[in-house]
């Protein structure tokens, strides 16, 4: 567990950033430890693993997993974070990322999301919180996004213009300047 490493740290309060799947564990964390937190970055995410919007379903990626091969299909996934696809100059960072997944793990990973459901617990978080996305991006659609800045109380939002799911790569100087500044408030 995230809140059991941070304490074997010695940490008593940090803040975290977490991107996509680690947004999903970033909003847990701050449902079941806030005391831990000082501030969160919830990034790329969505308050339910459900995500109706993504640039295909769950059942399909799962099924272009079985039948394209695990390499093939995180090509392709590596493409769709992107604004740009395989053109932007990081596409090969994001696929060297994805290179050592396992098939059987990954559909197993897949098929975990669409049970894992927060939307009816965001009002109670309270640490103060940045959701960031890109309004480009096809795997968490912004409106997701927008969603969570709604209902949870002392939250920001911040969408990066012409950014897709990994925002932080195509426009690294202004997602560090916004998570900088957030992160160093009182």
């Given at each position: 567990?995230?809140?059991?490493t941070?304490?074997?740290?010695g940490?008593?309060r940090?803040?975290i950033?977490?991107?996509?799947?680690?947004?999903w564990?970033a909003?847990?964390?701050?449902?079941?430890?806030?005391?831990?937190?000082?501030?969160s970055?919830?990034?790329g995410?969505?308050?339910?693993?459900?995500?109706?919007d993504?640039f295909e379903?769950?059942?399909?990626?799962?099924k272009?997993?079985?039948?394209e091969?695990?390499?093939?299909?995180?090509?392709?996934?590596?493409a769709e974070?992107f604004?740009?696809?395989?053109?932007?100059p990081?596409?090969?960072?994001?696929?060297?990322?994805g290179?050592?997944s396992n098939?059987?793990a990954?559909?197993?990973?897949?098929?975990?999301?669409?049970?894992?459901k927060?939307?009816?617990?965001?009002a109670?978080?309270?640490?103060?919180?940045l959701?960031?996305?890109?309004?480009c991006?096809r795997?968490?659609?912004?409106?997701?996004?927008i969603?969570?800045?709604?209902?949870?109380k002392?939250?920001?939002l911040f969408?990066?213009?012409?950014a897709?799911?990994i925002?932080?790569?195509?426009y690294?100087?202004?997602?560090?300047?916004?998570v900088t500044?957030?992160?160093?408030?009182?």
């Open positions: 567990m995230v809140a059991d941070i304490r074997a740290a940490i008593d940090c803040s950033l977490g991107h996509s799947l680690g947004a564990i909003l847990e964390l701050s449902i079941q430890q806030p005391e831990l937190l000082h501030r970055v919830l990034y995410g969505s308050a339910d693993g459900y995500c109706p993504r379903s769950y059942e399909k990626s799962i272009r997993i079985q039948s091969g695990i390499e093939t299909f995180a090509a392709s996934l590596a974070w604004r740009r696809g395989k053109e932007d990081m596409y090969p960072l994001a696929l060297e990322a290179s050592h098939e059987e990954s559909i197993q990973h897949v098929k975990a999301w669409n049970h894992w927060k939307r009816d617990r965001l109670e978080i309270e640490t103060p919180t959701i960031v996305c890109g309004d991006d795997s968490t659609h912004p409106d997701l996004s969603e969570m800045w709604h209902e949870i002392r939250s920001h969408i990066i213009p012409n897709g799911h925002a932080h790569l195509e690294a100087n202004e997602f560090n300047s916004v500044d957030f992160l160093s408030r009182n």
